[in-house]
């Protein structure tokens, strides 16, 4: 196979690139660390088969994107022409094998004119079909029923193969989604009377044209003499299932990916692809590429301590010869609101030091609902940004829904709230309603509140009027305590009264766990909204109508030239393949990141760990890791414990920024022991423990608590003193001085400012370390300015404040 190449085309790789180039005399396996040069290798590849006389169209590369197959496709015209690498069979899996199924359609009972459904085709029909069969789509959601009949494709069942599975009818059963069998059969066939595919039968239909037409089958084993996968980490079992098809005449298939990037198992993607790929083909020479040209080599190296750490992997040793760099930076801060405020002020440090722009930073979380405190703070200091693959906060769809609630109990004439509301959950109010009641209010001139308010003079059904009327009276019972009630406790009625809660919790798929999260993170944003205006004594603007005058800063998208450089915010799977200068890996906690429904299984802890190390390696020159000791979940501050990840980076490579006597009382602030120098602590959960919780987010309903109540009154007051009594008691400091319980005594709720002076540091439970500037009042009027180091000045009520005096 192999002719005298030329020199000036592989002169251009290093040494470990260059062979795994030149090798193409059987199957290889090429782990291709993080940014070690894998699509210059597979480019290269292609051109040198190319150069060696191989036919374009005898070469087969199926990548995961059409982006990454533009980049080859142009990248092999510069190096050869473009007309072989136009003639390349060249593409996604899915778009090369529409190809093949277009022209051997008559084999499967296809017309070759077969039109494709995406997601929202497939969903739509399944609507239609479980309307049409009468079941109830509270159970059966469109979108569950989707997730779950890919499944089934992308393990090769069949519809048919389905419904004969009793242990699937079994689980279904269990699941209250019985008839499921009956839907994907009944889908399946309108599929094909619609001769239309979806994205799972054009793998699983290629699968069984090869598996029941030898002939077929041979003709383009033959036809591909050479084989490339790309992000072979990334295949599914329907992929490589093909794959063994086709490659079993030559056997000459090369495969490149790196395991220590497979993070993608909830679509299906099995690590054990590659792992086992030598198993598989026992001929299989493998090539290691672990020279990372992207990052520094402390990065490098704090990234590869981490990873020693899983069990199940192909050994290798990434390396750089880069500058030595900074090492990895960890920032445990007090909050989630000081979380965002310290990597705010990094990005500025960086930019006025080493110049560059806001795009050159990227902020990597594990749940899309930690975007928030980031964006408000971006948005507060004027900062721009984009969020990758996803909306603003404030534009998503459940977030949207909620403050339309708002809006609409703030003014219950506002139309486009009620609009967007009326029917949501879904109460029975169509659309025909909908504009008969849009009728009325246009001919009498009146507002669309004030047209609901008489729905029996509309000309409706008495069910509607009942519907309408029911709407009606919910919205005014929200209304007549919104001048009472706070806002985080009005909000929380209005989430459960109105069944946006139970709608929102009723999911266990992907989308509907981070529905429920972002739901969360809206909540926990009220309840920051009324605790931090009560502690700076503005108990008058802790009402729902405060709250969307702030929020409605924040609800619109920015208007901004999209050309304008922006930090990016992304979850840590939408990063992968792409790198910044610098990185900020934030939200490191346990339950968050490892998430909680990772804690169970060894293998999936080993995934979270997989995530981490892609979030690293995403930084050329600086790495910065943070947490929080406590952030808003469930309505109130939950103390959050280290990920246990942090220390499985060995400590040579990570620096700790640590305060004298902070995170000293492991028992009231989440856990930080200080064992080590670098922020080390003691009693970090051990790997493999084990979670009672629910992973599910959970919004505690009003019935479930006690009795919402003002936060003004004297209950609200004692209960208050009594969180700050358990949370901040009296401990010792390395220094032996001592730590007050809290700001106001047990006696009376008058502020105790014992010690408290003007230049004192304290320590605040969300706000962090600051300096006292002034001290004014007496009693329960009694005042403090203080100066935080992250977050800025702020002006406390004592009687409310959470602090402690270092």
Request: neutral net charge.
């Given at each position: 196979?192999?002719?005298?190449?030329?020199?000036?085309?592989?002169?251009?790789?290093?040494?470990?690139?260059?062979?795994?180039?030149?090798?193409?005399?059987?199957?290889?396996?090429?782990?291709?660390?993080?940014?070690?040069?894998?699509?210059?290798?597979?480019?290269?590849?292609?051109?040198?088969?190319?150069?060696?006389?191989?036919?374009?169209?005898?070469?087969?590369?199926?990548?995961?994107?059409?982006?990454?197959?533009?980049?080859?496709?142009?990248?092999?015209?510069?190096?050869?022409?473009?007309?072989?690498?136009?003639?390349?069979?060249?593409?996604?899996?899915?778009?090369?094998?529409?190809?093949?199924?277009?022209?051997?359609?008559?084999?499967?009972?296809?017309?070759?004119?077969?039109?494709?459904?995406?997601?929202?085709?497939?969903?739509?029909?399944?609507?239609?079909?479980?309307?049409?069969?009468?079941?109830?789509?509270?159970?059966?959601?469109?979108?569950?029923?989707?997730?779950?009949?890919?499944?089934?494709?992308?393990?090769?069942?069949?519809?048919?193969?389905?419904?004969?599975?009793?242990?699937?009818?079994?689980?279904?059963?269990?699941?209250?989604?019985?008839?499921?069998?009956?839907?994907?059969?009944?889908?399946?066939?309108?599929?094909?009377?619609?001769?239309?595919?979806?994205?799972?039968?054009?793998?699983?239909?290629?699968?069984?044209?090869?598996?029941?037409?030898?002939?077929?089958?041979?003709?383009?084993?033959?036809?591909?003499?050479?084989?490339?996968?790309?992000?072979?980490?990334?295949?599914?079992?329907?992929?490589?299932?093909?794959?063994?098809?086709?490659?079993?005449?030559?056997?000459?298939?090369?495969?490149?990916?790196?395991?220590?990037?497979?993070?993608?198992?909830?679509?299906?993607?099995?690590?054990?692809?590659?792992?086992?790929?030598?198993?598989?083909?026992?001929?299989?020479?493998?090539?290691?590429?672990?020279?990372?040209?992207?990052?520094?080599?402390?990065?490098?190296?704090?990234?590869?301590?981490?990873?020693?750490?899983?069990?199940?992997?192909?050994?290798?040793?990434?390396?750089?010869?880069?500058?030595?760099?900074?090492?990895?930076?960890?920032?445990?801060?007090?909050?989630?609101?000081?979380?965002?405020?310290?990597?705010?002020?990094?990005?500025?440090?960086?930019?006025?030091?080493?110049?560059?722009?806001?795009?050159?930073?990227?902020?990597?979380?594990?749940?899309?609902?930690?975007?928030?405190?980031?964006?408000?703070?971006?948005?507060?200091?004027?900062?721009?940004?984009?969020?990758?693959?996803?909306?603003?906060?404030?534009?998503?769809?459940?977030?949207?829904?909620?403050?339309?609630?708002?809006?609409?109990?703030?003014?219950?004439?506002?139309?486009?709230?009620?609009?967007?509301?009326?029917?949501y959950p879904a109460r029975g109010i169509g659309?025909?309603?909908?504009?008969?009641?849009?009728?009325?209010?246009?001919?009498?001139?009146?507002?669309?509140?004030?047209?609901?308010?008489?729905?029996?003079?509309?000309?409706?059904?008495?069910?509607?009027?009942?519907?309408?009327?029911?709407?009606?009276?919910?919205?005014?019972?929200?209304?007549?305590?919104?001048?009472?009630?706070?806002?985080?406790?009005?909000?929380?009625?209005?989430?459960?009264?109105?069944?946006?809660?139970?709608?929102?919790?009723?999911?266990?798929?992907?989308?509907?766990?981070?529905?429920?999260?972002?739901?969360?993170?809206?909540?926990?944003?009220?309840?920051?909204?009324?605790?931090?205006?009560?502690?700076?004594?503005?108990?008058?603007?802790?009402?729902?109508?405060?709250?969307?005058?702030?929020?409605?800063?924040?609800?619109?998208?920015?208007?901004?030239?999209?050309?304008?450089?922006?930090?990016?915010?992304?979850?840590?799977?939408?990063?992968?393949?792409?790198?910044?200068?610098?990185?900020?890996?934030?939200?490191?906690?346990?339950?968050?990141?490892?998430?909680?429904?990772?804690?169970?299984?060894?293998?999936?802890?080993?995934?979270?760990?997989?995530?981490?190390?892609?979030?690293?390696?995403?930084?050329e020159r600086h790495c910065f890791l943070t947490?929080?000791?406590?952030?808003?979940?469930?309505?109130?501050?939950?103390?959050?414990?280290?990920?246990?990840?942090?220390?499985?980076?060995?400590?040579?490579?990570?620096?700790?920024?640590?305060?004298?006597?902070?995170?000293?009382?492991?028992?009231?602030?989440?856990?930080?022991?200080?064992?080590?120098?670098?922020?080390?602590?003691?009693?970090?959960?051990?790997?493999?423990?084990?979670?009672?919780?629910?992973?599910?987010?959970?919004?505690?309903?009003?019935?479930?608590?006690?009795?919402?109540?003002?936060?003004?009154?004297?209950?609200?007051?004692a209960r208050l003193a009594a969180e700050r009594?358990?949370?901040?008691?009296?401990?010792?400091?390395?220094?032996?001085?001592?730590?007050?319980?809290?700001?106001?005594?047990?006696?009376?709720?008058?502020?105790?400012?014992?010690?408290?002076?003007?230049?004192?540091?304290?320590?605040?439970?969300?706000?962090?370390?600051?300096?006292?500037?002034?001290?004014?009042?007496?009693?329960?009027?009694?005042?403090?300015?203080?100066?935080?180091?992250?977050?800025?000045?702020?002006?406390?009520?004592?009687?409310?404040?959470?602090?402690?005096?270092?």
């Amino acid at each position: 196979m192999e002719k005298q190449h030329n020199s000036s085309l592989l002169n251009e790789l290093n040494d470990m690139q260059r062979e795994a180039v030149m090798y193409n005399d059987g199957p290889s396996l090429v782990i291709a660390g993080a940014g070690s040069g894998k699509t210059r290798v597979l480019t290269y590849k292609i051109a040198y088969l190319l150069e060696q006389g191989m036919k374009p169209w005898n070469i087969l590369a199926l990548t995961f994107t059409n982006k990454a197959a533009r980049e080859m496709k142009d990248r092999v015209a510069n190096l050869i022409n473009y007309e072989s690498a136009r003639q390349l069979f060249m593409g996604t899996f899915h778009s090369v094998f529409a190809r093949i199924l277009r022209i051997e359609a008559e084999h499967i009972g296809f017309g070759r004119d077969f039109t494709i459904y995406d997601e929202a085709d497939s969903r739509s029909l399944l609507k239609n079909i479980i309307k049409g069969m009468a079941l109830d789509d509270k159970l059966y959601k469109p979108a569950a029923i989707y997730s779950r009949i890919s499944m089934a494709k992308n393990n090769l069942v069949t519809a048919e193969a389905y419904a004969a599975d009793r242990d699937a009818i079994q689980r279904d059963l269990k699941s209250n989604i019985g008839a499921l069998w009956q839907i994907f059969q009944t889908y399946q066939a309108r599929c094909r009377q619609a001769n239309a595919m979806d994205f799972d039968d054009l793998l699983l239909n290629t699968f069984l044209l090869f598996r029941d037409n030898e002939e077929v089958k041979n003709k383009y084993a033959r036809a591909f003499e050479y084989i490339l996968v790309d992000e072979y980490q990334d295949t599914n079992f329907a992929q490589v299932s093909i794959l063994n098809q086709i490659s079993s005449h030559q056997g000459k298939i090369c495969v490149v990916g790196d395991d220590y990037q497979s993070i993608y198992s909830f679509r299906g993607a099995n690590i054990d692809n590659i792992l086992s790929f030598r198993e598989q083909h026992s001929q299989a020479k493998l090539f290691k590429l672990e020279r990372n040209y992207r990052s520094t080599r402390k990065i490098v190296e704090a990234a590869n301590s981490l990873m020693k750490h899983n069990r199940r992997q192909i050994p290798k040793d990434v390396y750089s010869e880069n500058d030595d760099g900074e090492r990895v930076v960890y920032k445990p801060c007090y909050s989630d609101k000081e979380e965002a405020a310290v990597v705010t002020s990094q990005i500025e440090r960086i930019r006025q030091t080493e110049g560059g722009t806001y795009a050159d930073f990227a902020i990597l979380y594990r749940t899309n609902a930690q975007s928030r405190t980031f964006e408000e703070e971006f948005r507060r200091r004027d900062i721009p940004y984009r969020i990758y693959g996803g909306l603003s906060f404030y534009q998503r769809k459940e977030i949207k829904d909620a403050i339309a609630y708002f809006r609409l109990i703030i003014n219950p004439h506002d139309e486009e709230a009620i609009r967007r509301v009326i029917n949501y959950p879904a109460r029975g109010i169509g659309a025909a309603t909908i504009a008969k009641i849009a009728s009325m209010a246009m001919e009498n001139q009146t507002s669309f509140w004030d047209a609901i308010a008489h729905p029996e003079v509309i000309g409706l059904s008495g069910a509607i009027v009942a519907k309408l009327t029911a709407f009606r009276d919910m919205i005014n019972e929200f209304i007549a305590c919104k001048d009472e009630e706070d806002a985080f406790t009005l909000a929380r009625k209005i989430i459960f009264g109105t069944g946006m809660e139970a709608d929102i919790k009723q999911g266990r798929e992907q989308e509907d766990i981070a529905r429920q999260e972002n739901l969360e993170a809206l909540m926990a944003a009220l309840q920051e909204f009324v605790e931090t205006a009560t502690e700076e004594g503005r108990t008058s603007q802790i009402y729902l109508e405060n709250y969307l005058q702030e929020v409605a800063l924040y609800s619109d998208l920015d208007k901004k030239d999209d050309n304008e450089p922006r930090v990016t915010l992304m979850t840590i799977h939408a990063a992968k393949g792409l790198e910044f200068p610098t990185v900020f890996v934030v939200g490191l906690e346990e339950n968050l990141f490892p998430s909680i429904m990772a804690t169970h299984s060894m293998n999936q802890l080993e995934e979270e760990r997989r995530l981490l190390y892609v979030a690293i390696t995403r930084a050329e020159r600086h790495c910065f890791l943070t947490n929080a000791k406590n952030r808003y979940q469930y309505g109130k501050p939950q103390f959050c414990t280290p990920s246990r990840f942090l220390r499985d980076i060995a400590p040579e490579f990570i620096d700790g920024e640590v305060e004298v006597n902070s995170f000293a009382d492991q028992v009231e602030w989440g856990g930080y022991g200080q064992s080590r120098s670098f922020g080390r602590w003691q009693n970090a959960n051990p790997v493999g423990s084990q979670f009672k919780a629910d992973p599910r987010p959970k919004i505690t309903s009003p019935s479930e608590s006690e009795t919402p109540i003002d936060p003004l009154s004297p209950r609200t007051r004692a209960r208050l003193a009594a969180e700050r009594s358990s949370s901040f008691r009296r401990i010792s400091s390395s220094d032996g001085g001592s730590s007050y319980q809290s700001a106001a005594s047990s006696k009376n709720n008058i502020p105790r400012t014992d010690g408290l002076a003007v230049g004192k540091r304290i320590e605040h439970q969300r706000f962090g370390v600051g300096i006292v500037e002034t001290l004014e009042g007496i009693g329960e009027n009694a005042r403090a300015t203080i100066d935080f180091r992250n977050v800025g000045r702020k002006t406390l009520l004592l009687k409310f404040a959470k602090f402690r005096i270092l």
